[in-house]
């Protein structure tokens, strides 16, 4: 048949629309969703046509109910939101790719309600007049980490800047060189100094940095000393930064600020927990440094924020620079902010309900029962795959404690049926996508960033994959 006459088969846009099954989607869903799927099917199938025209019978050449399935399938695609839940079967707490800390309902209550209703956002209801969108979370944060004063913005990256930019702009920063970070995603502590307009001076090696060399770089224009926690990797061996309260010391006798960027912004002392041990805001604050930057969504276990908290007339500066407004946080942060620090009021609070933490610090005893459920859930008959159970570590990620490996229990899934990569292909496709990674041709699941609640759609998926 030549091309023009099998082309004249594809039912129209029209004809598709007219279809029951078609048309019950334009009751819920944009009819221009619906419309645009049907056109990408249509187009696609004479591109098909054009490509194997020989393959296609006389008589029936185009399979109309396949059709249909397929612009189903697209308007199923189409109408899914593009950010959406995934499950975390990776074992890294903090993964920056899956969206780092995740809430807990708690916090998520609190959320519905600044959002949904009006609030008291900058609104003083003792007055009756303006208040600070700052003033929620201020007074907590002050008595959680000592500090004189706080403010928060969009994220760390942006405190930074803002400190920088308004305690020393066109002034010299004197930063040692084995802390000249990357983050991820780019963040380079120089070039953020750059931007923000303060003037780099870096000292010492790489390795070594000596209370010699940051005396030695101070002049007139010294306008701070930034310590900046290396977070995502450690020097070994032949290595030496100058300690805290000695840094503070000198900038107090020299009446220059000291700058500290925390990065990971632990308010709990890990190694109660045998996880190693982060400097926490409090220490640093006790030193006697000016000013603290820190991440709420890295280990404190919040919303993404930049967290700014030290003594208070810096801070008054800073919630005058007229580029605090475009880092301004909005309510639905502030909210998520105020009910997760409410949970450190009682350090065990934090610890028992703050999901970063808890999975944290979930004991290996109790992620090998997990494991045990996870297991019992999955179906143990099938001859089309095996299930074992073995020792592993879990990571922190979100670039905080790099070298420690936190003692998990992996479950191996071994597929007779299909090959490894397939199978995590189709687990990353599925309807909520679950993550694994392969390691000796196995996809591995580590149960301590699973929620239980999601057991039962990951049995869902390997059944329906494996099983059929
Ligand atoms: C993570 C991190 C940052 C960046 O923080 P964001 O909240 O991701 O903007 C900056 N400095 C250090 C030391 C960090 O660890």
């Known amino acids: 048949m030549a091309n023009n006459a099998l082309f004249s088969l594809i039912p ?20 221009t969703l619906v419309v645009e799927a049907i056109r990408e099917e249509i187009n696609k199938l004479r591109k098909d046509l054009l490509q194997n025209e020989n393959i296609y019978l006389e008589n029936n050449p185009i399979d109309r109910a396949k059709l249909i399935d397929d612009i189903i399938a697209n308007i199923e695609k189409k109408s899914e939101f593009n950010l959406k839940k995934v499950i975390n079967a990776t074992g890294v707490v903090l993964h920056t790719n899956l969206g780092r800390a995740i809430l807990n309902k708690e916090v998520m209550e609190n959320v519905l309600q600044a959002a949904s209703n009006y609030s008291t956002l900058e609104y003083n209801i003792k007055s009756g007049e303006r208040g600070s969108r700052y003033s929620h979370i201020e007074d907590i944060l002050t008595k959680l980490t ?40 780019s963040f380079r502590i120089p070039d953020v100094m750059e931007q923000s307009g303060a003037k780099l001076v870096e000292i010492g090696t790489t390795n070594k940095t000596h ?17 900046v926690h290396t977070s995502n990797y450690k020097i070994m061996g032949f290595a030496k930064e100058v300690e805290l309260l000695d840094l503070v010391d000198l900038g107090k006798k020299q009446n220059i600020p000291i700058i500290e960027d925390i990065g990971s912004g632990t308010l709990i002392d ?3 927990y045998g996880i190693e041990k982060e400097p926490t805001v409090q220490e640093s604050i006790r030193a006697g440094v000016d000013i603290v930057t820190f991440s709420g969504d890295k280990l404190m276990g919040g919303p993404q924020a930049g967290i700014i908290v030290g003594k208070k007339k810096f801070i008054d500066l800073m919630k005058k620079n007229p580029i605090t407004r475009a ?26 309900n703050i999901a970063t933490l808890k999975m944290l610090t979930t004991p290996f005893e109790e992620l090998e029962k997990k494991a045990d459920r996870l297991i019992k859930i999955l179906n143990l008959e099938s ?65 301590r960033t699973i929620k239980e609640e999601d057991f039962s759609i990951i049995s869902e998926a390997i059944n329906g994959i494996l099983n059929f």
């Open 12 to 31: 129209k846009v029209d004809e598709i629309l007219s279809v029951d099954k078609i048309n019950d989607y334009i009751e819920k869903l944009p009819r």
């Open 146 to 185: 000592g500090a004189e004063a706080a403010m928060v913005v969009n994220n760390n990256a942006a405190a930074v800047f803002l400190v920088l930019g308004t305690i020393a702009k066109d002034k010299e920063v004197i930063i040692s060189r084995g802390q000249l970070v990357e983050i991820g995603g």
């Open 211 to 227: 209370l010699e060399d940051y005396k030695k770089a101070i002049t007139e224009d010294t306008g701070a000393l930034l310590k």
């Open 270 to 272: 890990f190694s109660k």
């Open 327 to 352: 880092f301004r946080v909005d309510k639905l942060t502030i909210s998520a902010l105020e009910a997760t620090l409410r949970f450190y009021l009682e350090e065990s609070n934090a610890v028992k």
């Open 383 to 447: 001859k089309n795959y095996s299930l074992e159970k073995f020792d592993g570590f879990s990571q922190v990620g979100g670039g905080s404690l790099p070298l420690v490996e936190l003692p998990t229990m992996l479950i191996g899934i071994k597929s007779y049926k299909i090959s490894t990569n397939k199978l995590e292909f189709l687990l990353r496709h599925y309807r909520i996508p679950i993550i694994t990674r392969i390691n000796d041709n196995k996809i591995i699941l580590d149960v």
